[in-house]
């Protein structure tokens, strides 16, 4: 048992139909579903509270980079009315108390075993059942297993010579104290410039004395223009909410739009949608013109503009060409959503330090030693990112059908028949696994679509009497080779990101979310035809081809 528990309790024993990992958005909805249905549920949470990314992500000036009012599950309306967001994009506080409303509001809690981690998860091919171990002992049998384990939720710091020597404070901004952090008086190194480093540097900057940012590759980033959210912005928001519903609940949008538009426009007509969308502000930046995401002219003039606005902002000449992104097209990493980044660099207590041109060799006690200087430094942030959605599943012990390991079945990347289930691992869902839209969509929406498939799939096979449902291996394979022809006619596959499994020595590099049109109708296709690309069986002998 987890040292300090608040949640004193004997393990859990015996058989159950579903067990549910993860606690954030995904598995709150996906318990309260399948309670809906009538079904014995539990779920495990390593955290002592619900909200998943929002709860482990307390860095100062998190906050989502999803306008609020669509950053709002949309299956409670009477929720969605009474809720009321403060600020265009809530910041972190307000969305994990908006995750405790929602487990409280409908009983949630009780359905979740905190403080527990999920070990191991074996199929037991004579029963049609999974046993789940965890690690307060408990030791459940379950017909269906959800992974609700999140895409961004196992934080990685890199092996630098020397961190264990490190003699302050160490965070890491996926895995923050709750307590919070005084950097008062403090000289901090910040590792990383990703969307968590972009957020959190102007806020510790403003209360350290002196912050350093080491910095590998720079980053796009758009400025929020975050506002607090008026009456009038909430009246817009539901005249305009039946279309956003049939748009969330419609076929399912894509990357795309057409580059011509772009193209054909003058210079000026150019720069002057550029300038209305950089003045709007946030990742909508990249609907500016179409084919952003897919021609590289385009993407130039995009990126371009952007590099143009970092030297107009930031006053020293050098550190502004430091921080203009040039080694990827804008928009194929995630862009960053910001509150004052690149102004930062006005301050004088904030120095930029570029790892390409002097990269850290070690971390002494006191200090980041790069190959050029000595850094002294008092407390360390990693912002350094997550092993982006295959972490968490790999984390634990997977074993399917005939004993198969997921670390096999995935050796050469994540493999997953429309990035909800795999293979080879019978009656076990993944919620926005890879090969679904997922991190590239509005999670929130995402997430409600893959919770209403695996449910519908759930009494589909309880109407029928099904015990087990299985993938196509040869279903999988054509899926997961049309993800990646859809994303090859992109510019994604360019960039050396997460979505490519490249911050992870070692880790294959696959393109993991979808980025087609039409995945909602797919999967709603392949339900209504009785679960095409999965084999159905009522007892661990009897499969029909679904
Ligand atoms: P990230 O995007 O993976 O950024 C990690 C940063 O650490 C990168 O700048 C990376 O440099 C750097 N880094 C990694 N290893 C390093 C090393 N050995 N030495 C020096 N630098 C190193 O991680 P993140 O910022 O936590 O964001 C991850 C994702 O979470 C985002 O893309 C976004 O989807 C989500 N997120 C969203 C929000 C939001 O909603 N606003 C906020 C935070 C995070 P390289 O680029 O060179 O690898």
């Not at 939720?153 to 490190?166: C, Y």
């Not at 969308?277 to 990126?303: M, P, Q, S």
């Amino acid at each position: 048992m987890a040292d300090g528990s608040k949640f004193e309790r004997a393990p859990k024993s015996g058989e159950i139909d579903a067990v549910v990992v993860g606690a954030g958005f995904g598995g709150l909805y996906m318990l309260h579903k399948l309670r809906e249905l009538g079904l014995s549920v539990q779920g495990f949470e390593a955290g002592d509270g619900v909200g998943g990314t929002w709860y482990w992500n307390r860095y100062p000036g998190a906050r989502c980079d999803v306008p609020s009012l669509f950053y709002s599950y949309t299956w409670d309306d009477a929720l969605q009315k009474e809720w009321r967001w403060t600020e265009k994009y809530a910041a972190q506080p307000e969305i994990l108390a908006y995750a405790n409303h929602v487990a409280d509001r409908h009983d949630i809690r009780p359905l979740i075993a905190f403080e527990t981690r999920v070990l191991s998860a074996t199929f037991d091919e004579a029963a049609d059942r999974w046993v789940v171990v965890t690690d307060r002992g408990d030791e459940l049998s379950a017909r269906w297993l959800i992974l609700a384990t999140g895409c961004l939720s196992t934080p990685r710091a890199p092996a630098i010579p020397g961190v264990e020597t490190f003699a302050g404070e160490t965070y890491h901004t996926g895995a923050w104290p709750h307590e919070g952090v005084d950097f008062t008086g403090k000289t901090v190194a910040v590792i990383g410039t990703g969307s968590s480093g972009i957020q959190s540097i102007p806020q510790i900057a403003a209360q350290a004395k002196h912050v350093t940012v080491f910095q590998r590759t720079p980053n796009f980033s758009v400025p929020a223009n975050n506002t607090p959210l008026t009456d009038k912005d909430i009246a817009d928001f539901w005249k305009m909410y039946p279309d956003y519903i049939a748009m969330v609940k419609g076929p399912g949008m894509g990357f795309g739009g057409n580059p011509a538009n772009a193209l054909a426009a003058t210079p000026e007509e150019r720069r002057a949608r550029f300038e209305e969308f950089w003045g709007v502000g946030g990742a909508g930046f990249l609907a500016a013109w179409g084919g952003i995401i897919t021609d590289i002219e385009v993407n130039d003039e995009a990126a371009n503009f952007v590099r143009g606005k970092i030297a107009e902002t930031v006053k020293d000449p050098e550190t502004a060409r430091r921080l203009q992104p040039r080694d990827h097209p804008i928009g194929t990493k995630r862009i960053c959503v910001d509150i004052d980044y690149f102004e930062t660099y006005n301050r004088p207590n904030v120095t930029l330090v570029n790892l390409r041109e002097s990269p850290i060799e070690a971390i002494e006690p006191n200090a980041v030693r790069t190959s050029e200087a000595t850094y002294p430094v008092d407390a360390l942030v990693f912002a350094t990112g997550f092993d982006a959605m295959t972490g968490a599943i790999l984390a634990i012990d997977i074993k399917g059908a005939g004993g198969a390991e997921i670390k096999q079945a995935w050796a050469e990347g994540p493999k997953a028949y429309l990035g909800l289930a795999i293979a080879g691992f019978p009656n076990m869902f993944i919620i926005t696994g890879p090969g679904s839209p997922s991190v590239l969509s509005n999670m929130i929406n995402s997430i409600e679509q893959h919770v209403e498939w695996i449910i519908g799939c759930i009494e589909h096979m309880r109407e029928h009497g099904f015990t087990r449902i299985a993938a196509d291996p040869e279903m999988q394979e054509k899926w997961v080779a049309h993800v990646r022809r859809v994303a090859d006619k992109t510019l994604f596959p360019r960039a050396a990101s997460w979505y490519m499994g490249a911050n992870i020595p070692g880790k294959p590099r696959v393109f993991m979310p979808y980025i087609g049109v039409g995945y909602r109708k797919k999967c709603a296709d392949v339900a209504a035809a009785g679960y095409e690309g999965f084999a159905l069986a009522k007892e661990p002998s009897d499969v029909h081809a679904g």
